[in-house]
């Protein structure tokens, strides 16, 4: 999707693979300047040198953002890197597969900190510059599991996209006084290389499924980010944009879903 970022400052986090790549790349070939975090400096380094060589400016920081702290060195490292800040984009995220009778209280505290907290802890450490820039963006990368339950084992990513989803919708009424918006992207089923661990026998079971008939692609949700990112969404905030190609229209509850599955 094409718009002009030329100026903006944008944080990706989960930058170096999957949809945040793509994510990052797009927001490069749209003139935004791109800080990426990712937990590793070795996850990060291809996509940094391959958007560098595109002539993008773009800087890289290694960070485990499940604590506030990283957060907050996440959000300074843009501002140092570039002057200030105007985009985030959260689509880091961790997603055990865990029965919940197995789910310990520290794999549930773990996937809420990286996934919700940091949210949480990005947003109030981006607000300052939010502020000053006048049209902020704050973007988080949910999930359908936020809102359905229509794959067991995920107990805990679904309990942090709920919460981000809620968050998002309460942010967007106390950053609407600084002309920022704040929304998030549901995804359906989309195939990457950060994808849940699903056998093929439960993907092909799910893409019959889907009106559109296949899977998401990284870059599906990278346009959509791209929306909301640009002046065309400058009257959208505090809204969950559902891009799975239709997977929830039919009237089919949760239950017959798992016993599909």
């Known amino acids: ?19 945040g790549r793509v994510i990052a790349t797009q927001l490069v070939q749209n003139g935004a300047r791109v800080m990426i975090a990712t937990r590793t400096q070795a996850s990060g380094q291809e996509v940094t040198d391959e958007l560098r060589a595109m002539g ?27 002057g200030g800040l105007d985009i985030v984009v959260h689509n880091s995220a961790i997603f055990p597969f865990t ?6 209280d520290e794999e549930f505290d773990s996937v809420l900190k990286t996934n919700l907290y940091s949210f949480m802890w990005l947003s109030r450490a981006a607000l300052p510059y939010v502020k000053t820039c006048g049209n902020g963006r704050i973007v988080g990368i949910s999930s359908l599991i936020g809102n359905h339950a229509w794959l067991a ?50 993907r092909d079971k799910i893409v019959p499924n889907i009106p559109l008939q296949r899977a998401g692609l990284p870059s599906d949700i990278a346009n959509a980010v791209m929306f909301f990112c640009s002046p065309t969404s400058q009257f959208v905030t505090g809204q969950a944009l559902v891009v799975d190609g239709g997977h929830m229209l039919p009237d089919m509850s949760s239950y017959a879903m798992a016993a599909r599955l």
């Not at 999707?1 to 949809?19: S, W």
């Not at 960070?63 to 990283?70: E, M």
């Not at 029965?99 to 310990?104: A, D, L």
């Open 153 to 202: 084992g995920l107990d805990s990513y679904a309990a942090s996209k709920g919460g981000m989803n809620g968050l998002a919708r309460n942010l967007a009424l106390e950053f609407a006084k600084h002309g920022a918006t704040v929304n998030v992207i549901e995804p359906g089923l989309v195939i990457d290389d950060r994808s849940p661990k699903m056998d093929d026998v439960t």
């Open 99 to 104: 029965p919940f009778e197995q789910v310990t």
């Open 56 to 82: 993008g400016e773009v800087e890289l920081v290694a960070l485990d953002l499940s604590t506030r702290a990283a957060c907050d060195a996440a959000v300074q490292a843009a501002v140092d890197a570039f």
């Open 1 to 19: 999707m094409k718009i002009d970022l030329a100026g903006k400052v944008a944080l990706v986090t989960g930058g170096g693979r999957g949809i």
